[in-house]
T-cell receptor, first 115, second 117 residues
């Protein structure tokens, strides 16, 4: 069975702090894809990143970085120097070979960045 | 610019009513999806469609049906609304699955918050 766990329900930080959102996944497939989406207060989920299981290289995009570790089945997301505009709900999701049309979402982490 | 639109942002219906939620995408995507989002549960897939008139059940299809008569439009139907269908409903679209099952990113609409009283 495939599963995504985001253990942090809500995180509150002060602006300019670094924050890491955790994501742990379960799958028996050797080929799979991991995603992060952001849901701002407007409600529309915004795609942030997709990684496949064969590429464990960490990725950095501006203030965002992602740490993919197959050994611990984790795909964590770090925001450096957080800003108020980063306040949103963040979802981690998994798609594995035997459910190629389906995204399995975690329950989401609500991030509040206070000025 | 990529665009997925949903017919209503907020909707209030009575128990037993038939409810239609409409979704339109302008990206010529093959795949379209309906999810519901509930606190603590994330997004759960209700139905998806990979082509016109084609549909597949997702994880929680009970109480719902769908219609896809045109490529750009995917409708979610609540045949007889019940209070446990009060939720946020999100529509999404994506390119077809690629090589080795690669799943392309999904583009989401703004959601419809449905309240059934």
């Amino acid at each position: 069975a495939q599963k995504v766990t985001q253990a942090q329900t809500e995180i509150s930080v002060v602006e300019k702090e670094d924050v890491t959102l955790d994501c742990v996944y379960e799958t028996r497939d050797t080929t799979y894809y991991l995603f992060w989406y952001k849901q701002p207060p407007s409600g529309e989920l915004v795609f942030l990143i997709r990684r496949n299981s064969f590429d464990e290289q960490n990725e950095i995009s501006g203030r965002y970085s992602w740490n993919f570790q197959k050994s611990t089945s984790s795909f964590n997301f770090t925001i450096t120097a957080s800003q108020v505009v980063d306040s949103a709900v963040y979802f981690c999701a998994l798609s594995a070979m035997d459910s190629s049309y389906k995204l399995i979402f975690g329950s989401g982490t609500r991030l509040l960045v206070r000025p | 610019d990529v665009k997925v639109t949903q017919s209503s942002r907020y909707l209030v219906k009575r128990t037993g009513e038939k409810v239609f939620l409409e979704c339109v995408q302008d990206m010529d995507h093959e795949n379209m999806f309906w999810y519901r989002q509930d606190p603590g549960l994330g997004l759960r897939l209700i139905y998806f469609s990979y082509d016109v008139k084609m549909k597949e059940k997702g994880d929680i299809p009970e109480g719902y049906s769908v219609s896809r008569e045109k490529k750009e439009r995917f409708s979610l139907i609540l045949e007889s609304a019940s209070t446990n269908q009060t939720s946020m409903y999100l529509c999404a679209s994506s390119e077809p699955t690629g090589l080795a099952g690669a799943l392309y990113e999904q583009y989401f609409g703004p959601g419809t918050r449905l309240t059934v009283t």
